[in-house]
């Protein structure tokens, strides 16, 4: 489970970054706090794995927060939700190693992009496997993530993306929906009704196999480009 904090002065975004996060079953909101200096009191005590945070903050401002967790060694990761959209202070909290930067106003969905490329990169660092060339690529940003085409009512981004990525691990290899759902875990019925819509946009290919001793059984896999 990851523990995130939620950093925000504005009640409304605030708010919604917590409702976001809470939508996402690997996540646990462990805080939510008005201004910076609070917020770095609790850190130093506890704990997270992610800081939702904006820069503009009374009391100490999100840049100030990276830039003192990391001269104490705070080692968690960061995403900036925020109006600010200076260059230097992007390159500065990129540094400082935020794993994503959202523009306020910002929408659900690219939250929720975000969210997907960071449990990716989580996941991808905790496999206990070495990692080919390919998968650093994706790690450090050198390979741009695919944006799912409009989805039917009911589709949601981030089940989408980790869906392909359990594809994609099996390096061409044809799964049925009970092993993709066991591994997303979620339901066969609700991960059939992702892969019939990928096959119908051409992103992954289908077959039927008739030697599973019953009834036939529909198997996906990434389509290679």
Not at 105 to 122: S, W
Not at 171 to 185: M, P, S, T
């Amino acid at each position: 489970m990851i523990s995130a904090v939620v950093v925000e002065d504005d009640p409304m975004v605030a708010h919604l970054n917590r409702q976001y996060l809470e939508k996402v079953s690997e996540v646990k909101v462990a805080a939510t706090f008005a201004n910076g200096r609070e917020a770095y009191r609790w850190l130093k005590e506890h704990t997270a794995d992610l800081v939702v945070l904006d820069i503009y903050m009374p009391e100490l401002s999100g840049l100030e927060l990276l830039r003192l967790a990391r001269r104490e060694g705070l080692t968690f990761d960061a995403i900036m939700v925020t109006a600010a959209n200076e260059a230097k202070q992007i390159e500065e909290v990129l540094r400082l190693g935020v794993v994503d930067y959202l523009v306020k106003p910002f929408t659900e969905r690219r939250f929720m992009e975000a969210m997907v490329k960071y449990l990716a990169k989580m996941e991808t660092l905790h496999s206990g496997q070495a990692l080919d060339q390919e998968r650093i690529d994706r790690l450090i940003g050198q390979v741009k993530e695919t944006t799912p085409p409009e989805m039917p009512k009911g589709l949601q981004v981030i089940t989408w993306n980790l869906i392909l990525d359990s594809l994609a691990n099996e390096r061409g290899q044809f799964l049925d929906c009970e092993a993709v759902a066991a591994k997303v875990e979620l339901s066969k019925v609700t991960i059939r009704r992702y892969l019939k819509h990928m096959a119908s946009q051409k992103l992954v290919d289908s077959r039927v196999d008739y030697e599973t001793g019953g009834r036939p059984s529909v198997r996906y896999r990434l389509r290679s480009v």
